[in-house]
């Protein structure tokens, strides 16, 4: 079992800036597709952004393409979710996901780990 740990969220006031970062417990393989969702109250949870295990490819929502940058970290299996300009729609608990074979990379149902989320709130 791999187990996730997200860090980095927190309160940031509209138009500020988080970092998120995300590591995996395998750091035996490389070829984990790693991305992020995020679940607001009383909402589904939706994708974020998702890069592939080389790094080469990403993805990003409509709503953050633009605001969010995706990228993989220094460590093996580690993502990062660098959020610039944050509105108050931008809160939720982030979540990191990771899988070996995801077709779809945004879809949650295609991942194969989660991690406990962290809070993201932005205040207006």
């Known amino acids: 079992q791999v187990r996730l740990v997200e860090s980095g969220g927190g309160l940031v006031q509209a138009g500020g800036s988080l970092r998120l970062s995300c590591a995996a417990s395998d750091t035996t393989s490389s070829n984990y597709h790693m991305g992020w969702f995020r679940q607001a109250p009383g909402k589904e949870r939706e994708f974020v952004a998702a890069?592939?295990?080389?790094?080469?490819?990403?993805y990003y929502s409509d709503s953050v393409k633009g605001r969010f940058t995706v990228s993989r970290g220094r460590g093996i299996n580690t993502v990062t979710l660098q959020m610039t300009n944050l509105e108050p729609e931008d809160t939720a608990v982030y979540y990191c996901?990771?899988?070996?074979?995801?077709?779809?990379?945004?879809?949650?149902?295609?991942?194969?780990?989660w991690g406990q989320g962290t809070q993201v709130t932005v205040s207006s």
């Open positions: 890069v592939t295990w080389k790094g080469s490819t990403t």
């Open positions: 996901a990771a899988g070996a074979v995801v077709p779809d990379m945004t879809r949650n149902d295609e991942y194969d780990y």
